[in-house]
């Protein structure tokens, strides 16, 4: 998925307003757009071997666009943005990683959660629970990837929604692949995820002034002021030869208790026909969202009760924390008709579980023509440990590999157009 195509409208929309009119009519447009994207995978590493597979998704993730934009008068715009997501390989608006609901182990084994092996029917009801949430927009909701309405005025753009956070923008501007193929930076850092990439019932404001860029978000839980309470800040500059950001996002769990807090830096400088994109983020999270409730799941259950219950619950507690830094260094080119991406990314897990995953990847992109190219990508995941992440695409995770200390490889050639 790709912050590229909906952020360039907003500063578009944002430098029209800045230039303002005097005009008493209101001038409005509604435009329809989208990218299609599609292709075939063979990724490795898996239960079962190699698999190959239609993959929706390859570099972007599918979507159709609706936007509205009407010129106020006097430097005042509104906007409209809604985005729904669409999966080519099944027509649905949901997706699954490769390795489905499977878990990694050290969610899925007694002995790894530091629990006796008499528990282990218990965990994996508990896993099996919890894999069941793994995936993409698994309550189908339509406007799922974004769906806000905004004012933009002389003093910045008022937005309100269902928006990307201003953490996953600075990620996104500095992942040298754009968020696109397996070998984007995020696709180490998903399960758990490292960063909250968008969020419902936000509340943002957004300015641009010459190359400088700031936001502020903040949300909260559907029904809720303080389950699920969100901030987030970001603030970039943009020059032509470089450019540097910081963000942080801030979010709490269903008991607002302090949860993921992710913090990004990264810059980029021109080299050559190209630039080197360098980010890094520090991911805490010491209580972790959708946990609370398992005591209560499972101390009905034979032999189990409320002390063992307990029990249970901790030590999943404490093997969804993340204490973990996520290094990403790349290159990005064009040449004509032709793109070329490469990059490594590391995620250092701080636990004694010592998750540590790094991938190395390319992706080479040829132009058909303004709308539409061929892509070409490539990616290495290699685990230690009891790390298990899997490679998946630009528009769905990869999940996890057949066992802790797996490694994976993924191959995918797609075809994307753009409307």
Known sequence: MTLAQPLHTLAAALLLAGLGTSSALAQSSVTLSGIIDAGVTRVSGLK????????????????????????????????????????LDTGLSTNRPPSASQLPD??????????????????????????????????????????????????????????????????????????????SAGQVGSLPAAID????????????IGGFVASAMVGAGEGSSTAGRFTGAMAQYRAARWSVGVALNRRDN?????????????????????????????????NPSGVSGIAA????????????????????????????????????ATFGV?????????????????????????????????????NLAVARFTNAALAQAAPGGGGYLGGVTASAGTDATSLALGLRHRF
């Open 254 to 286: 269903e008991r607002g208790q302090a949860s993921l807090q992710s913090l990004v830096a990264g810059a980029s400088v021109a080299l050559g026909p190209g630039r080197v994109y360098v980010m890094l983020t520090d991911i805490q999270d010491d």
């Open 106 to 183: 050290r969610l899925s084994q007694a002995s790894l959660l530091g629990l006796p092996g008499a528990f282990q029917p218990v965990v994996t009801a508990v896993a099996n629970n919890i894999g069941s949430g793994v995936g993409v927009n698994l309550g189908g909701a339509f406007w799922d990837r974004q769906a806000f309405v905004g004012l933009v005025t002389p003093v910045g753009a008022f937005l309100a929604g269902r928006q990307y956070t201003p953490g996953f923008e600075i990620s996104a501007t500095f992942d040298a692949f754009g968020t696109q193929s397996a070998a």
């Open 297 to 332: 799941q499972v101390a009905p259950l034979p032999g189990v009760g409320a002390t063992n219950a307990a029990l249970i619950q901790n030590a999943f507690t404490n093997a969804l924390k993340q204490d973990a830094r996520l290094l990403h260094l790349g290159y990005r």
């Open 48 to 87: 079962g071997g190699s698999i190959s597979a239609l993959s929706s998704g390859i570099m972007d993730g599918s979507r159709v666009i609706v936007r509205a934009n009407e010129d106020l008068g006097g430097g005042w715009r509104a906007l409209v943005t809604l985005e729904h997501r669409l999966e």
């Open 197 to 208: 990439i968008r969020l419902s019932n936000t509340l943002a404001w957004r300015a641009e």
């Open 338 to 374: 032709h793109t070329v991406y490469a990059g490594t990314t590391q995620y250092d897990d701080q636990r004694a579980a010592n998750a540590d995953t790094r991938s190395v990847g390319a992706a080479y992109s040829y132009a058909l023509s303004k709308r539409t190219d061929i």
